[in-house]
């Protein structure tokens, strides 16, 4: 007859962190595009118009006579 003084038993939320990692472990494809889009998207306002010239610098390397030398094109079937 102390139903007054029985308290309802209910767990206390602490499992040691792992349903943190778990969630985490689930969404990480999603963490890391979100990642990859706030870090390129302060990259462009950063660089901003000069972001071209790094392009450029990078094509130009590309394209230079040493490295075509050094590049084979794949073989025709």
């Known amino acids: 007859m102390n139903i007054a003084l029985q308290r309802h038993i209910t767990p206390d ?3 040691g962190g792992r ?3 778990s969630w985490v472990r689930a969404h990480l ?4 595009e979100f990642f ?3 870090l390129s998207f302060i990259l462009f ?3 901003g118009p000069f972001s071209a010239v790094v392009v ?3 094509l130009g390397s590309l394209a230079s006579e040493e490295k ?3 590049m084979r094109e794949p073989a025709r079937l």
């Open 19 to 21: 349903f943190r990692l």
């Open 68 to 70: 075509r030398e050094r």
């Open 56 to 58: 450029l610098i990078g």
């Open 36 to 38: 990859w889009f706030c």
């Open 29 to 32: 494809s999603q963490i890391t």
């Open 45 to 47: 306002l950063l660089m």
């Open 13 to 15: 939320g602490n499992d």
